[in-house]
């Protein structure tokens, strides 16, 4: 797979993303990936994906507040970058 190439996990990842918007963290990126596809990937397969597509610059990621229900952690939140949007459109 080229630089310049999606393998199709990543453009199942990148759809829900643009899907979810604002609020496309790891397990409602997950929930909206099984919704669409009727397949449960196991969080480590998103994760090696999400880090793939940050390295690649096709998506950005930031930390949200911590909240008490998740014990003080922060929700790391994903963005999709214009050039993945590109690359998803060459494949239409």
């Known amino acids: 797979m080229g630089r310049d190439s999606l393998g199709e996990f990543?453009?199942?990842?990148?759809l829900a993303?643009?899907?979810l918007g604002g609020e496309s963290y790891g397990a409602l990126?997950?929930?909206e990936i099984e919704k669409r596809t009727r397949q449960t990937?196991?969080?480590?397969t998103l994760y090696?994906?999400?880090?793939?597509?940050?390295?690649?610059?096709?998506l950005t990621s930031s930390f949200g507040d911590p909240t008490p229900e998740?014990?003080?952690r922060a929700k790391r939140f994903f963005?999709?970058?214009?050039?993945a949007v590109r690359l998803l459109r060459a494949r239409l």
Do not use: H, M, T
């Open 79 to 83: 963005k999709v970058e214009p050039e």
């Open 29 to 31: 990126i997950l929930d």
């Open 48 to 58: 090696v994906a999400l880090r793939r597509l940050e390295r690649r610059g096709l």
């Open 10 to 14: 990543e453009r199942v990842v990148l």
């Open 17 to 19: 993303i643009l899907q």
């Open 70 to 72: 998740r014990g003080g």
């Open 41 to 44: 990937p196991s969080s480590g």
